[in-house]
């Protein structure tokens, strides 16, 4: 299974620190560690500077520049965000994305996709759970 590309997992992000954030807590910045369901127990490592957290959407924004990723639907409640993200480049992607935040340093994802490989549809479910593990190395 291919991994989610980075852009989507931004997006995700973006939507935490999304306007409604007096809803739920806001991330704080940080090294940030996720590990992804379908991944059996390997994760990533992300730091996301003081100046990533008050901008995501700018970060996302920027993300890969062959992606023309875009989030639509957002729908809030409680510390529970969802809304969809479609794709057309480099893959095409479709994902309906649920994001709870848990507090300022842990939140969990999870996504229903379906991705395009080899001219082929693919569905499928991914989790994920991050977690702020310290600061950011110097």
Do not use: N
């Not at 500077?49 to 729908?75: F, H």
């Not at 935040?101 to 490989?117: C, I, K, L, W, Y």
Request: hydrophobic share 40%; charged share 20%; proline share 7%.
């Amino acid at each position: 299974m291919r991994p989610i590309p980075l852009v989507v997992c931004l997006a995700a992000l973006a939507a935490a620190a999304a306007p409604a954030a007096a809803q739920a807590p806001e991330i704080r910045p940080g090294l940030w560690e996720f590990t992804m369901s379908a991944a059996k127990g390997m994760s990533q490592r992300i730091c996301f500077t003081p100046a990533m957290v008050k901008d995501l959407k700018g970060v996302a924004a920027k993300g890969d520049p062959s992606s023309d990723c875009r989030s639509s639907g957002e729908k809030v409640a409680g510390a529970t965000r969802t809304f969809h993200v479609s794709c057309t480049r480099p893959t095409k992607y479709e994902a309906d994305i649920a994001l709870t935040v848990h507090g300022p340093d842990h939140f969990s994802m999870t996504q229903d996709f379906v991705a395009e490989r080899g001219g082929k549809a693919q569905a499928g479910k991914m989790s994920f759970v991050y977690r702020r593990v310290g600061d950011c190395p110097k």
